[in-house]
């Protein structure tokens, strides 16, 4: 399966963004799916994620009450609407997926066999 993370872009404080996960050659039905993030240099940090059956959601603490994580079967994408944006949330966001992650490993990036190249996202005044 192949993802394509977009939606990054410039935006100032306390503004919004859109992050979409679009998956080609499989369906993301029955995939867990998650958003890590990045600074140049440092780890990839977990997000957020929603588990195979969009049962089970998990929010990194910094994004709780911000960020949420959404799927669209029909669409086959899962979406990550971004408010109130810091400039701490800046990075270059990264979706990934995995069919076998159970969900107290949701937050490991090593759990997630599909990656996508990474969308930046900017957050400046």
């Known amino acids: 399966v192949q993802l394509q993370a977009s939606g990054g872009g410039l935006v100032q404080p306390g503004g919004s963004l859109t992050l979409s996960c679009v998956a080609s050659?499989?369906?993301?039905?029955?995939?867990?799916v998650a958003w890590f993030r990045q600074i140049p240099g440092m780890d990839r940090n977990f997000v957020a994620a929603?588990?195979?059956?969009?049962?089970?959601?998990r929010y990194t603490d910094s994004v709780k009450g911000r960020f949420t994580i959404s799927r669209d079967n029909a669409r086959n994408t899962v979406a990550l609407q971004m408010n109130n944006l810091r400039p701490e949330d800046a990075a270059v966001y990264y979706c990934?997926?995995?069919?076998?992650?159970?969900?107290?490993?949701?937050?490991?990036?090593?759990?997630?066999?599909?990656w996508g190249l990474g969308t930046l996202v900017t957050v400046s005044s």
């Open positions: 990934a997926a995995g069919p076998s992650v159970i969900t107290s490993n949701l937050q490991s990036p090593s759990a997630y066999a599909y």
């Open positions: 050659g499989r369906t993301l039905r029955g995939l867990a």
């Open positions: 929603i588990d195979r059956n969009s049962a089970g959601i």
